[in-house]
């Protein structure tokens, strides 16, 4: 009858189970007036007490068993990454890359950006973002103030058609507008994150570059990462018609195509924006744009009062002064 | 070998496993049951089957049947998971008064109390799972891959822990050992405490959103776990002394007077902090707090949080146990109802402030003023389903095991406790029933009764639970 036991070890000396079910007559009753200091004579008590302690080693004994495997399993994962494959978006890295020399840095110039809503076209065609409205990775919105001082925000759809003429904000329809300018948003990719700071299970974490990635093999889809940002920038894939590496059901947002960047190549937004509104660069490369940029214009962060620290800086009209 | 084959020995009882054994069982189980019963029982299979498809329809990732949207990621699913979580808590919290620091009046609740927790923690989890797209992973990811900054994998680690602590609480008293039961009720309450604050840290540490942010969230959620847990033992408790299941004369006499004084209590916590809440936020500067805090109380949410909460939830209740014409069962059965909604709501209006003034675009969607969330039909189904779960359960552990605390002993004395609970509870509990001042009050109970031992379900011979056998029919 004795099987062999899986994983033997400390359940093995456990094993009389039969002696478990302690005979209700003649065992609980020493148990059931225990003194506390310990003085009924130690004979009365012996059958409780090797019934106790023979289910308390069991249980022990099995305790230890699992304590000892999830300590096993979680050494192995560190020498065999269980997760890792094609769909981590971190194994796309090309060998030439070396993402600890890069800090890449994204400038967006509000000022010089007419919401054409290419970006958003670019991003969608080259991450297989779904069509769906209410999902995107980068989106261009409008923020208005009227002549009455009242600041409208409207992005019809991410902005991916353009904008019409006037605020389609409810309550900005017919006001005398005072100004006016187009802020296109991504991911801030910042460096005190939110987002990997709350993930549970670790899916979403910090490349060496500074680029924030989601693990599609972990991620559990619990938005967690979703409600923490305070940029808005992530999203629950929905799904439906996807191409390669959107999983549904897991967080997704923009990462700077770093498919596109590990190659030398610049993210699809920046390469397509006609206006040049949105630059792209390594900041630890002195001559690069960039760092010029950086040096004489001084970019601002968005919203710094989270104290995230965005590498998406921005350029031209703010928030406050719109 | 017999032609009955396997049997399952679970709680005295022979369970046969053969289909055929099985069926006729079953049949003859339905018919001993009561006309009462058998519809209670069928009802709620009939909600079960509900929720059941609704499940399924949730399963797949990213099909988008939750009415949840970039700009509100948290839903009704997620004010389920947390409902159930903090009242396993509260059940914990209030059965600790009796359990670890010995107050007499509060020992009826040791076995329901850890029986409802177990199931509670159970339908938490279950929700949870549903509203997770990967939740297998999820028991995988944090275990091989710790992230102990995040307040969610501690909440994981602690509820984990929970359930292991209150499944030993439950197996200790049922098998009799006080010890091991002694140790397991003081470790729940600790987690009790513990876990229903890291839950509230998982909202309060989100600067995102500033109706969440702060550290009154994991009082308030400690609070309304309290309350929560209170109020479900007073409906317990109730049906308990109405339907006349095991131990329902202390029930009357001891455990529903006690749940009046508990819900008291957690009801003026409540009360306070929630006056706190709409006072700090009124007045607060950080932008969207304010905004989130008018939409509470002149905004989309307000009927719910004045009409649901404040009043049916807090105000009737107070008084129904203030009242002299209504402190009796009946009344506090209402109270425990009114407290409990009052909760649920508490919870849901909480979720939805948290995100219902966005301080920024969502994925290219603007939400202005407010943005809308409205739970589909699955998840309404999922939510009642797991209520129908709950209580299904529990009318099953109630109709099949021992519920009589009259047999729960105390296995060590913590310092802080009487000597003489140890072994004599049920003559220390009998002079404390008879001498309780609030037994006069219960009206319409069988308040005057002494406690008696004969208290036993009509059904089931008091037999400890021995779930270790499986015999195998003969032979071997």
Redesign the interface.
Known sequence: ?SEPRIGGGPMAPADP?PV???D?VEA?AP??????VGLVPLDELAPAIAA?ST??RA?LGFGLAVAGG?VG??VL?RFFP??ADELDPASPIVKAYDPGTRQWTFIVDTASCIGCGLC?VACKEENHVTDK?????T?V?RRTVTTDGTL????P???IDGFPSHST??GAAGKAVRASHFQP?LCMQCATS?C????????TYTAEDGVILVDA????????C???????????????EHGGGI????ADKCNWCYHRINQGQLPACVEICPVGSRKFGDAADETSEIVRVLRERNPQML?P???TRPRVLYLGPSVEEA | MHASGLTLTLAGRAIPLGPRAAGAAVVREVRSMPFGLRLWIGGLLAVLAVAAVAALVAL?????VFG????F??GLMIVGYVFFAIMTSGLCLASSLGTVFGIERFRPFEKRHAILAVLSLTTAFLIIAL?????V??VF???????P?????W??VFYGAYLVVLL?EVWSMF??????HQWACTIAACLAILAPATLGA?FG?????PFWFGIFTPIMMVASAFLAGTALLGIVFYAVHRLRLADHARSASIALPAVRLLLAVGLVIVGALVIRQVVAGLTGTV?GHREATIALVTGPIAAEFWGLRVIAGIVAPALLLLMPMTRNPAGTLAASILALVGVFTDRYTFVTA??IA?????????S??YASYAPTLVEVSIFVGALAFLALAYTLAERYLDMGETDV?V???WPWMRRHD???DQEGQDHEAAGDDDVGEDHDGPADLPAPDTSRAPGGPA??V?V??IAAGAG?
Not at chain 1, 133 to 137: A, F, L, Q, S, V
């Open positions: 009858m189970a478990v079910p302690v209700p609980p148990v059931e007036a225990p003194d506390p106790v289910s308390r249980f999830m399993a979680g994962a269980v997760f958003v409205p209410g999902y995107t990775r989106w919105e409208y925000v409207d992005s759809d991410g902005g904000a409810p948003r939110p990997t700071t709350v993930c549970p299970v670790g899916a093999r972990r991620c559990i889809g619990c938005g967690y979703i409600v923490a940002c305070p940029y808005g920038a992530r999203y629950l894939a929905p799904a439906g999983t549904p059901g897991i919203y009062e989270y104290g | 797949p990732p990213g099909w988008k949840t949207s970039p700009s990621e948290w509203d997770l797209h990967y939740p992973r999820m990811g944090a275990m091989l891959v710790p992230s900054s995040s307040p969610m994998w909440m994981g030993v098998t009799d050992h006080p010890r091991i998982v540490v989100l600067a995102a959103k932008p948290g995100q966005p301080t920024t675009t969502h994925a290219g969607t603007v202005y003023p002993h296995g060590i004395n140890a072994g004599q037999v400890p021995e270790a056998a071997s």
